[in-house]
């Protein structure tokens, strides 16, 4: 199908491109910004009259429940949820159930997905086989079947020696290796050490349960010269520390979740389970360093952490509830906030979630030619139209996503995704 976009702001922080233009679109590709080729007929036009047009968001955290917790979440929905929350790429971690340790699961989870012609997802193996932290799975199988990198999810690998070895032979053959900073023995809790998880008698994670492990990891990455993105950085010291390892040139990139950026403990209110989320949530001090991160580049990217979890989970007591918010369809509108309330340019909000994951993705995106979370002539045409005007109430009714819980319900966010393109493909238009 041929499409043009009309008149709408296009931005690509990738190029830096911003300016009032069309966009034409056929067979998947764009192949004009600006001016239509000779001979182009639209099928279909896309008025983005006051709205920008953005390369397709890019998600590098969020768990879509399939194999084998479908009573959270299902691809169809949760897909659906990406979509209408412009994002046409997303990486989805390893701890399903299985654990996509094995080629074959990643196959069936791609083929799966591919089917529904909706979100690009591109899925994370696990670094040692189920996640058990002892013997390392068939990378070089893992990659040939899909993964675009190596993670243990939320368990640590209790064996320093055993993520060195991992470490080494990631290095070797050039795969990078995911990993969420967090000490196995200090990381127990369910919110963040301090005055207030005493008053409320919940079991604490502390700060150098994030910092130990970050310490960890930059030494083996040190001694090994691997490639290892950091994710869900959640306190100020945890910042402080990338930021030093960036300056001495270790290869580090690392995320932040939309929670973390915008949340803290006292969101927790009376035991309210919405906020029980992973990482935990901390103080005002960790929050406005993790803001400060983000805007300066220590942290490279904004995520969703789309966790979707069903209603039984979450009506337990605070400390039973199961862990997790949903969240693809509140990212564009929380990065706007953050920009907003930071006195960003739209530009770099959107690089964020746009370019800057998709450099975290790297190699791992050479199939597609690189044009993942940018507008190149003669890339796959993942684009979004995006409204920064007004405001939307967040209620269940309004998400998509199989699971509802999430810590904004009842909040006034700003934006809207207005149209998602998924290699040419409108996979969402919101309704007038």
């Given at each position: ?73 299902m ?18 971690p390893p ?9 074959g699961?990643?196959?069936m ?14 899925p994370?193996?696990?670094l ?26 939320e ?125 935990v ?16 580049g ?50 770099q909000?959107?690089?964020r ?17 690189g044009?993942?979370?940018?507008l ?28 509802k ?28």
């Amino acid at each position: 199908m041929n499409i043009l976009i009309q008149n709408g702001r296009v931005m690509d922080p990738a190029s830096g491109l911003d300016q009032t233009a069309d966009v034409a679109i056929a067979a998947g590709r764009i192949v004009a910004v600006g001016a239509a080729p000779a001979g182009f007929v639209a099928s279909k036009v896309i008025d983005a009259t006051g709205c920008i047009v953005a390369p397709g968001l890019v998600d590098l955290a969020a768990r879509l429940r399939e194999p084998g917790q479908e009573h959270a979440g299902m691809l169809e929905s949760e897909m659906a949820a990406a979509v209408a929350g412009g994002v046409t790429s997303l990486v989805c971690p390893p701890d399903t159930e299985p654990v996509l340790d094995e080629p074959g699961l990643v196959e069936m989870l791609r083929y799966r997905a591919e089917k529904l012609h909706q979100t690009r997802v591109l899925p994370l193996g696990a670094l040692t086989v189920g996640l058990k932290g002892e013997v390392l799975t068939e990378m070089g199988q893992l990659t040939a079947a899909g993964c675009v990198g190596f993670s243990q999810a939320e368990v640590p690998v209790p064996s320093t020696q055993v993520l060195q070895r991992a470490l080494q032979y990631a290095s070797t053959f050039g795969y990078t290796v995911w990993l969420r900073p967090q000490e196995i023995h200090l990381g127990k809790g369910v919110a963040a050490s301090g005055a207030l998880a005493t008053r409320m008698g919940l079991s604490g994670v502390s700060v150098a349960a994030e910092t130990i492990a970050l310490h960890t990891i930059f030494e083996l990455v040190r001694s090994t010269g691997a490639r290892v993105h950091l994710c869900r950085i959640s306190s100020a010291q945890g910042v402080a520390l990338v930021r030093q390892a960036k300056a001495e040139g270790l290869p580090v990139t690392a995320d932040v979740s939309i929670n973390s950026l915008h949340l803290t403990d006292t969101d927790m209110g009376y035991f309210d389970s919405r906020a029980r989320l992973t990482p935990v949530l901390r103080q005002q001090r960790d929050r406005d360093a993790l803001r400060l991160g983000l805007a300066d580049g220590t942290l490279d990217a904004l995520v969703s952490d789309h966790t979707p979890v069903d209603a039984d989970a979450k009506a337990l007591p605070f400390a039973e509830a199961e862990p997790g918010a949903t969240g693809l369809e509140l990212l564009w509108s929380l990065a706007l906030k953050w920009g907003q309330e930071a006195g960003l340019p739209v530009s770099q909000v959107l690089a964020r979630i746009t370019s800057e994951p998709a450099r975290v993705l790297g190699a791992s995106l050479a199939t597609l030619q690189g044009s993942v979370g940018q507008l190149a002539v003669g890339g796959v045409a993942d684009v979004c139209v995006l409204s920064t005007d007004g405001h939307w109430p967040v209620t269940e009714a309004a998400l998509r996503s199989q699971g509802k819980s999430t810590p904004f319900s009842g909040y006034e966010l700003p934006g809207r995704v207005l149209a998602t393109l998924v290699s040419g493909h409108v996979a969402f238009e919101a309704k007038a």
